[in-house]
């Protein structure tokens, strides 16, 4: 399977912009990137996720890179309630395998958001 | 909805015990996983399931077992409790397709002693 490397941690103050990046350089082309966060105490819950084309969702805009080997996670507006582990994730498509939809988790990026 | 429900919350266990961690969603999602978290770790993968009567190992099945009888449920058993099964424990489910997000539930956090 394709990996990923996301930055340890990142920190933000609130209201403005965060950018969290994303390197899949072993990326397939039919790896699709799924960005999944996880709030303190719960599960993850899905953020955003696309193919090629930049991607623009109520939570979040998804950046990808024209080689497709990186990809930016943006958050237009931080607020407290971001503060989170955030998941890069690569997932094939039914075409390209049998994946059954199963996400394999790094060890993601934590958000610290500043008041 | 109320999307994946998992019980219980909180559980502590004493060495070579077993229980079952309950899973089901209303959603009518043909996929089911469970997953484990360590401290400071992302989560890996033991079980998943594609349909009612289909199951198969993930990255770490080692210790558990699972069944799944009917399209909402998806219980994780595990038969002889040991300290390296102390971790928190995640139900979640989906569609198939590859444009179909994963709803997890809240959690159960499981003790080993």
């Known amino acids: 399977d394709a990996k990923t490397t996301q930055p340890n941690s990142m920190e933000s103050n609130e209201e403005e912009p965060v950018h969290l990046p994303c390197n899949h350089s072993?990326?397939?082309?039919?790896?699709?990137i799924h960005w999944y966060r996880q709030l303190p105490s719960q599960g993850p819950e899905y953020v955003i996720h696309?193919?090629?084309s930049n991607v623009n969702n109520r939570m979040a805009s998804l950046a990808i890179a024209e080689d497709r080997k990186s990809s930016t996670l943006i958050l237009h507006r931080a607020t407290l309630r971001d503060a989170a582990v955030y998941y890069c994730?690569?997932?094939?498509?039914?075409?390209?395998?049998?994946?059954?939809?199963?996400?394999?988790f790094g060890q993601g990026t934590i958000l610290t958001v500043h008041p | 909805n109320a999307g994946v429900t998992q019980t219980p919350k909180f559980r502590i266990l004493k060495i070579g015990q077993s229980m079952t961690l309950q899973c089901t969603q209303d959603?009518?999602?043909?996929?089911m996983y469970w997953y484990r978290q360590d401290p400071g770790m992302g989560l890996k993968l033991i079980y998943y399931?594609?349909?009612?009567?289909?199951?198969d190992k993930g990255e770490v099945p080692n210790g558990y077992n699972v069944s799944r009888s009917t399209t909402e449920d998806f219980p994780l058993r595990l038969e002889l409790a040991a300290p390296s099964q102390t971790s928190v424990y995640f139900c979640?489910?989906?569609?198939?397709?590859?444009?179909?997000?994963?709803?997890f539930g809240q959690g159960t956090r499981l003790t080993v002693v």
């Open positions: 979640a489910s989906r569609l198939p397709g590859v444009n179909t997000e994963a709803f």
């Open positions: 072993t990326i397939s082309g039919t790896d699709y």
């Open positions: 696309g193919l090629t």
């Open positions: 994730i690569l997932r094939l498509s039914n075409a390209g395998g049998t994946s059954y939809g199963k996400l394999t």
């Open positions: 959603m009518n999602h043909n996929y």
């Open positions: 399931s594609v349909g009612a009567g289909i199951t």
